[in-house]
């Protein structure tokens, strides 16, 4: 039996549109070294994807929506479709490349093929390249994003050994075997399939109200409002852009104040948004909060980027959040970072994280047309429940390489919620901070302006916390 996507794996499918790709990946950029070779690069990923099973399967549909969608082989999978190749004009700037990413976010991936695409981007200045990734997030969460190294990336300059590779694709099932399996997994439930009208009528009613009850709580939780620039209706182009600076810096600022790096990287985003806020002359007050939506991956490292043991990726979603009011009315950055650590610490001591499965107000029962009623209805929610999006992944503390070639910088991509103007992504890696801001074209044109804020709010927190 093909594996059936989780509830939540699936949401992500029902809630991608027009305008809300739903693909996470990543911006990486290469010091390129003598007789690096793209057909090689092509070859090595070919080479490598038995580390990642699922990059050769596709999503299958089930007939009348009677169960889930599934996991299957493609039978015709092309890899060159999936490793593109492209070039920056000279001079090859970083304002080139992330023109480059922003327009490349905004296309969506084919569901008709597996659910990825790789872009090699060579002519940037001083001979490096990057290299672009697109993956749905119906397929990896932000900690398992990082699997993408099982494919580009290792330890070395010295390309290690893969295991010999003999994948040959299953045969794919069938409509009407996609059907009786779905029929033979609802008949192992509780209820009888012979109950799926009156259960789904249940279950509507219990999605709609749900989804209001979750809203409800979340609006009123906080005083807080909407800040209307980081909330708006959002198109098809996006804008991306990017920060980095030193891990180092954020961990003097934790060691001086307490708290965890986490804590530091919100308080950085606080002052960002604040300078941000102020270049456009939004009104800010001693009560002006921005509402952060921040995930927090809940796997066992056993079970989280890779298996040590056999080298094998892990897939899939296991994912809470918290909701935290970041204080950008608040002119004092020690001031700001104290009262996000207290924030953070509340919710770790209360335990009330919001789940996934609440977030999104998913009924496990519920036929897919209803789960995917829910994540819609919830999406359209978002707006009023939080204002940012900010997600912070620990990457690799050493340099990492591919084909010989060292890997310089790791941005993140984050896909936009519905009614979101940006969703900043953080990722560690090396040494460095690597700030990605993924943002809708027409309603945030200043991201570079945000993303130059990043360095600039981490400085004076940490000119304040250590002085000297």
């Not at 999978?77 to 490793?83: N, Q, T």
């Not at 002519?123 to 099982?150: E, I, N, Q, W, Y």
């Not at 310089?408 to 991509?413: C, S």
Request: aromatic share 6%; proline share 7%.
């Amino acid at each position: 039996m093909p594996d059936r996507l989780s509830p939540l794996d699936a949401s992500f499918l029902f809630a991608e549109d027009r305008t809300r790709p739903m693909h996470i990946g990543g911006v990486m950029t290469f010091a390129a070294p003598d007789g690096f070779d793209f057909d090689g690069f092509v070859a090595l990923i070919g080479q490598r994807l038995g580390l990642v099973p699922r990059w050769r399967q596709k999503v299958r549909e089930v007939p009348v929506h009677l169960g889930l969608p599934v996991w299957v082989d493609d039978a015709d999978f092309d890899l060159e479709y999936h490793v593109r190749r492209s070039a920056l004009p000279g001079p090859g700037t970083e304002e080139q490349l992330r023109a480059l990413v922003g327009r490349l976010l905004g296309r969506r991936l084919d569901r008709s093929r597996p659910l990825w695409e790789i872009y090699l981007v060579e002519g940037l200045a001083d001979g490096r390249f990057a290299v672009v990734t697109k993956t749905h997030h119906a397929m990896v969460d932000g900690l398992a994003s990082m699997d993408v190294g099982a494919l580009l990336l290792d330890p070395t300059p010295e390309i290690r050994e893969t295991p010999p590779d003999d994948w040959r694709p299953a045969a794919e099932p069938s409509s009407l075997d996609l059907a009786a399996d779905a029929v033979r997994e609802a008949m192992r439930r509780p209820r009888s399939v012979l109950d799926v009208a009156a259960r789904a009528r249940a279950d509507v009613r219990e999605v709609m109200a749900g989804v209001e009850r979750t809203v409800e709580t979340l609006v009123s939780a906080t005083s807080a409002r909407p800040v209307h620039p980081l909330n708006a209706v959002t198109g098809e182009q996006r804008r991306f852009g990017m920060s980095r600076s030193t891990l180092a810096d954020h961990r003097a600022v934790r060691a001086a104040c307490g708290g965890t790096v986490n804590d530091v990287v919100l308080a950085v985003v606080t002052g960002a948004l604040r300078r941000w806020m102020m270049t456009r002359g939004e009104p800010l007050t001693d009560g002006t909060a921005v509402r952060a939506l921040v995930p927090v991956s809940v796997r066992t490292r056993r079970n989280g980027a890779a298996d040590s043991r056999n080298g094998t990726a892990a897939v899939g979603n296991s994912i809470s959040a918290y909701f935290v009011e970041l204080p950008v009315g608040e002119g004092d950055p020690l001031r700001r970072l104290a009262a996000v650590s207290a924030a953070m610490d509340e919710h770790k001591a209360s335990g009330r994280a919001v789940g996934a499965s609440t977030l999104i107000r998913l009924a496990g029962l519920a036929p897919p047309t209803l789960h995917s009623l829910g994540v819609r209805l919830a999406s359209q929610f978002s707006s009023h429940a939080y204002n940012v999006l900010v997600t912070n992944v620990p990457g690799p503390p050493r340099p990492l390489y591919a084909m010989g070639a060292r890997m310089l910088d790791m941005y993140p991509v984050v896909p936009l919620a519905g009614g979101q103007a940006v969703s900043i992504g953080i990722t560690s890696y090396d040494g460095g901070m690597h700030y990605g801001l993924n943002a809708d074209r027409d309603a945030l044109p200043d991201v570079d302006v945000l993303a130059e804020a990043m360095p600039e709010a981490l400085a004076e927190l940490k000119a304040a916390a250590v002085p000297g």
